[in-house]
């Protein structure tokens, strides 16, 4: 039942009629746990407060994808005015950008250029962008691209990698001579046998393979994860092999764990919570709630409440 349910909630992820009529009403139906606001501001302001707590921020301005090139330079605008915000504020907090909202459907050219204004801007600031990961069919473009970002920007710019996908591990090996700082995830995105782990304990198993190998080979590596088995895994793991807790971090979703999250840092372990923002916060939404079904429930009784 609760795979059904998962299923259902990736498919109506990409419903365009519901991302429409979810942005109709609103964060009010229990978005607002998981989304830090629509606007920047808003955004800045919740960074503030986990900087208060020890915590570091990424912001990350919610899409799924754009249609023209224009959308794709106001996207970046965002971005750029993003970097701006965190600057000015003086929040400890980097940016988190989706390369689909920045035109890589429509012109991988159009998006490096977009991308170069945005490191150009990062570069400037002494900041940093990390590049989401996406569904399968950009996988492969977003590596692609990162490498060529990474050979002119270096430590400015990031990736993302899933665990849940087979050709991880040889991605990771292809990108280990650019020492690259990577955020290593699970995945959440519906993908089919053919590419993608189905198995929570597979995925798990190479989870953990991932990022001791990237440990192991001198690089910087962002644990995005909220179980706690990996988490003790990966402390055990730094303890044993003499790897400095400045060359890791663990991460986390707004909204999810704050408790652990907090405990992290007292802890004195680099934490970073994933902050979105902006109104396209159905498809991040409706991820969110099929990675744990049970947060269903939380929603339900939001909606009813009012």
């Known amino acids: 039942m609760e795979n059904l349910l998962r299923n259902t909630l990736l498919i109506l992820s ?42 570091a921020a990424t912001l990350d301005h919610l899409g799924e994808c754009v249609q023209t090139a224009g959308e794709a330079e106001a996207s970046a605008e965002v971005c750029l005015h993003t970097l701006d915000a965190i600057y000015e504020s003086g929040v400890r907090s980097n940016l988190s950008l989706k390369l689909s909202q920045l035109g ?15 490191l150009e801007r990062a570069e400037r600031y002494g900041n940093f962008v990390r590049i989401d990961m996406e569904d399968y069919a950009r996988n492969e473009p977003a590596i692609d691209m990162f490498i060529r970002l990474s050979e002119r920007f270096g430590p400015a710019v990031g990736l993302v990698l899933q665990a849940y996908l087979y050709k991880t591990a040889d991605d990771l090996k292809k990108l280990a001579r650019l020492a690259p700082n990577l955020r290593l995830v699970k995945g959440a995105y519906k993908e089919p046998p053919e590419v993608a782990y189905r198995d929570k304990a597979d995925v798990d198993r190479n989870f953990i393979r991932l990022i001791e190998t990237h440990l192991a080979n001198g690089h910087y ?86």
């Not at 429409?20 to 503030?48: C, H, M």
């Not at 050219?109 to 945005?118: A, E, Q, S």
């Not at 979703?253 to 109104?279: C, K, S, T, W």
């Open 14 to 55: 990409k419903n365009r009629l519901a991302n429409r009529a979810a942005r109709r009403y609103g964060l009010r139906f229990g978005a607002q746990r998981f989304v830090a606001g629509e606007s920047v501001s808003e955004a800045i302001e919740t960074a503030r407060r986990l900087n208060s707590h020890g915590i």
């Open 104 to 118: 890589l459907d429509l012109s991988p050219d159009l998006c490096f250029g977009l991308m170069t204004r945005i």
């Open 221 to 306: 590596a962002a644990v995005a994860t909220h179980d706690d088995a990996i988490i003790e895994h990966v402390i055990q793991f730094a303890r044993e092999r003499g790897i400095p807790r400045s060359q890791f971090e663990f991460q986390m979703l707004y909204g999810i764990r704050p408790q652990r999250q907090l405990d992290l840092a007292r802890e004195g372990y680099a934490m970073r919570v994933y902050v979105p923002f902006g109104n396209d916060w159905y498809g991040y939404f409706m991820r969110r709630l099929a990675e744990r079904p049970a947060n269903v429930g939380f929603v339900l009784k939001s909606m009813f409440k009012r």
